[in-house]
């Protein structure tokens, strides 16, 4: 019942530390990027181009991306809200670029300052400018399996922002579970309802680990046979706009269970519990992977 292959897309550089309270240089960002490569992730969400304002961790957008030395084959990709932040972007050269919006309305105002449909309309040059330039685009929907403001968010809704994506041209979406609240049966119908707009190659699993449910969850969309998912090297990450929120599922413990279950990632799991016990060092703090933590300690 499971894909015989899963593609991973390391958030780690974006996600993971769009949130860091301590300034990180720009060259550990590289370097991370520089590591994940190696250990053989073929996608790397690399920064923001976002408000300084807003994110203020994500200023060094253009001196990450025009410092990373790019490997053949490995896809970059960048956050983009609106123009200003496309054109920045289109200048560095990115291989995708993502529009973030939300099935909560006030998860959209808190994040991107703007309700679903205003934000439908902001991103719709955004796509068709991306996309024009022969750069891929992904949307991210947000709060799919529940909302910091809003609790419980119904599949329906989830399902309506992936049309509304389809529409303006988005050519795959990701399921976010931002806060982590999501269970397994609540996985399977979101999935469902983007499915009905996106094919299986089209859609991905992106899920924070708040509940400890994230890998539960992972397992959930592999048994529809979705086999792309965002994951970030330590399990580092949170959403500056949804409090209380932790980071995503470490890929760590996502290749783990991939291996286990017998699934190709193309991803060596040594050097990548090594690239997660560097950047945790560089934090300063351990680890959030656990199998990070138990090959560590072997
Ligand atoms: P706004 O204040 O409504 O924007 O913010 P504005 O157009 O009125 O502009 C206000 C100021 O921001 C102006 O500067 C603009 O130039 C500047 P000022 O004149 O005041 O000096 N500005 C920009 N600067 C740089 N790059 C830009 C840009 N745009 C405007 N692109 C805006 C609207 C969308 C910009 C703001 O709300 C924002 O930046 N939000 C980003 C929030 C964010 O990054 N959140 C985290 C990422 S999403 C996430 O983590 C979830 C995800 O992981 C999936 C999941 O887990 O759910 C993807
Ligand atoms: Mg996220």
Redesign the pocket.
């Known amino acids: 019942p499971y894909p015989n292959r899963v593609r991973l897309i390391d ?1 780690a550089p974006r ?1 993971g530390l ?1 949130n860091e309270k301590q300034p990180v240089a720009a060259a550990v960002k590289i370097e991370l990027v520089h590591r994940l490569q190696a250990a053989g992730l073929r996608e790397i969400e690399v920064t ?8 203020p961790q ?1 200023a060094d957008n253009h001196e990450v991306m025009t410092g990373i030395t790019r490997q053949p084959g490995v896809r970059y990709a960048v ?4 123009m ?2 496309l054109e ?1 972007a289109l200048a560095d050269r990115p291989d995708e670029i ?1 529009v ?1 919006g939300a099935a909560s309305e006030t998860f959209s105002q808190k ?4 309700s679903i449909a205003e934000s439908i309309e902001r991103f719709a040059p955004v796509v068709a400018a991306a996309l024009q330039a022969g750069v891929a685009v992904r949307g ?1 929907i ?2 799919a399996l529940g909302c910091p403001y809003e609790g419980d968010i119904a599949p329906e809704r989830v399902g309506e922002l992936a049309r509304l994506m389809k529409d303006i041209g988005v050519q795959r979406v ?1 399921i ?3 806060i982590g609240v999501g269970t397994p049966l609540k996985v399977q119908r979101a999935f469902e309802a983007a499915l009905a707009h996106y094919d299986l190659d089209h859609v991905s699993g ?1 899920f ?1 680990d708040t509940y400890g449910q994230a890998l539960a969850n992972t397992l959930a969309a592999l048994q529809m046979g979705v086999w792309n998912f965002q994951s970030s090297v330590a399990g580092l990450g949170g ?3 949804a409090r209380g929120a932790t980071g995503n599922v470490a890929t760590e413990d996502v290749v783990y269970l991939l291996h286990g279950l017998g699934i190709d990632t193309g991803i060596d799991l040594d050097a990548l519990v090594d690239a997660g016990a560097w950047i945790s060092a560089q934090l300063g703090r351990p680890t959030g992977s656990r199998v990070g933590r138990a090959l560590l300690a072997k």
Do not use: E, R
Not at 79 to 82: A, D, F, G, I, R
Not at 111 to 114: E, L, Y
């Open positions: 958030v996600d769009q923001s181009y976002v408000s300084p304002k807003w994110v994500m956050l983009t809200p609106n200003k932040g920045a993502v973030f994040n991107i300052n703007c991210a947000s709060c990701d976010a579970d931002t992106h924070h959403c500056p706009y």
